[in-house]
Nanobody
Framework: QVQLKESGGGLVQPGGSLRLPCRGS????????IAWFRQAPGKDREGVSC????????KYADSVKGRFIISRDNSMNSANLKMNGLKPDETGGYYC?????????????????????WGKGTQATISP
């Protein structure tokens, strides 16, 4: 099972951007679909985006479409989430997750139960 580590969180003003890398170790991410989830204080974890290993196709939650971009760099054993136009209610912990064949046409891809490997998260705070 691959280990995942997120980074890139921090404090940003509303409308600002953050880039969150997720790096894998103890295994190769090439064959894993990768997803990003977030969890605001007192709320359930929600899926933000996923990217398939097979063809790089991506899915996004409606709330982030047009603002967030997920990408992967197999040479670096990593995936990235670029977040633009951030809003205060998007403050929370951001987690990457990986598993095989999850971000596909016949899977939802943004449900936490679909993923076995998880990072410990990175905090993003959006505030003036």
């Amino acid at each position: 099972q691959v280990q995942l580590k997120e980074s890139g969180g921090g404090l940003v003003q509303p409308g600002g951007s953050l880039r969150l890398p997720c790096r894998g170790s103890g295994g190769i991410l090439d064959y894993n679909d990768i997803a990003w989830f977030r969890q605001a204080p007192g709320k359930d974890r929600e899926g933000v985006s996923c990217i398939a290993s097979s063809d790089g196709s991506a899915k996004y939650a409606d709330s982030v479409k047009g603002r967030f971009i997920i990408s992967r760099d197999n040479s670096m054993n990593s995936a990235n989430l670029k977040m633009n136009g951030l809003k205060p209610d998007e403050t929370g912990g951001y987690y990457c997750a990986a598993d095989v064949m999850t971000c596909t046409e016949n899977r939802h891809g943004l449900k936490s139960r679909e993923y076995k490997s998880w990072g410990k998260g990175t905090q993003a705070t959006i505030s003036p």
